[in-house]
Nanobody
Framework: QVQLVESGGGLVQAGGSLRLSCAAS????????VGWFRQAPGKERDIVAA????????YYADSVKGRFTISRDNAKNTVYLQMNSLKPEDTAVYYC????????????????????WGQGTQVIVSS
């Protein structure tokens, strides 16, 4: 079973940057799309970005377009989320997740689409 571990979260001032990493162990997510989600206190878990298994397609939530970049290194079994120009409203726990379907060219935004989840990493953006 694939285990995912997120890292790279922390406290940053508004306008700053962070790079989150999602590393897979006990298996691989080659062949699977990977998504980044976030959940703020009292709110639902929403998708932030996703990337297809071959990195040919990406998806971004409107709120992060132009500021966040998702990428993957299949050789390292790692997916990244580069977050620039951070805003206080980006404060949340960030989770990575692996799609339940292999080699799918269309990215899904619903959390129910994803099979394996990491434990999350906290991002706090101060104003």
């Amino acid at each position: 079973q694939v285990q995912l571990v997120e890292s790279g979260g922390g406290l940053v001032q508004a306008g700053g940057s962070l790079r989150l990493s999602c590393a897979a162990s006990g298996g691989t997510f080659r062949g699977y799309a990977v998504g980044w989600f976030r959940q703020a206190p009292g709110k639902e878990r929403d998708i932030v970005a996703a990337i297809t298994w071959n990195a040919e397609r990406t998806y971004y939530a409107d709120s992060v377009k132009g500021r966040f970049t998702i990428s993957r290194d299949n050789a390292k079994n790692t997916v990244y989320l580069q977050m620039n120009s951070l805003k206080p409203e980006d404060t949340a726990v960030y989770y990575c997740a692996v799609d339940s379907l292999m080699f799918v060219p269309v990215l899904g935004a619903a959390p129910s689409r994803y099979k394996y989840w990491g434990q999350g990493t906290q991002v706090i953006v101060s104003s």
